[in-house]
């Protein structure tokens, strides 16, 4: 059986709402959503929105595209694809000269190493 996407989303967010040391209602108040429907996510009553994970995640001062990947909107990113989906949307823009190409990869790489 696989796991449940809802369930998932919600109890990492009680997770993360308590590594903030945020109550239910704190939380509510950071974020515009009403207490009852995020202890409905957490509980994992309710399936959220990206809009609403959005909000949550910017209330949680956390990665909105972790929430995504939590909730099943977004698949995860195996580690280093991203780092080569960049270099290869680089190397492929055909509105990009060369010398730019080489610019952008080099300021890329003095950020995220070699």
Do not use: C, H, W
Not at 12 to 25: D, G, P, T
Not at 63 to 74: H, N, P
Not at 83 to 92: G, P, Y
């Amino acid at each position: 059986m696989s796991p449940n996407p809802v369930s998932d989303v919600g109890s990492y967010l009680k997770e993360q709402r308590q590594q903030a040391e945020l109550s239910l209602r704190q939380l509510a108040e950071r974020t515009g959503i009403s207490n009852p429907y995020l202890s409905q996510i957490e509980r994992g009553l309710k399936r959220p929105s990206a809009e609403i994970l959005q909000a949550i995640a910017k209330g949680l001062r956390i990665s909105a595209e972790q929430l995504y990947v939590q909730a099943g909107i977004l698949d995860a990113v195996p580690d280093g694809a991203t780092e080569l989906d960049v270099r290869r949307a680089i190397k492929a823009d055909p509105r990009l000269t060369d010398r730019q190409r080489k610019a952008l990869l080099d300021v890329y790489e003095s950020f995220v190493g070699d």
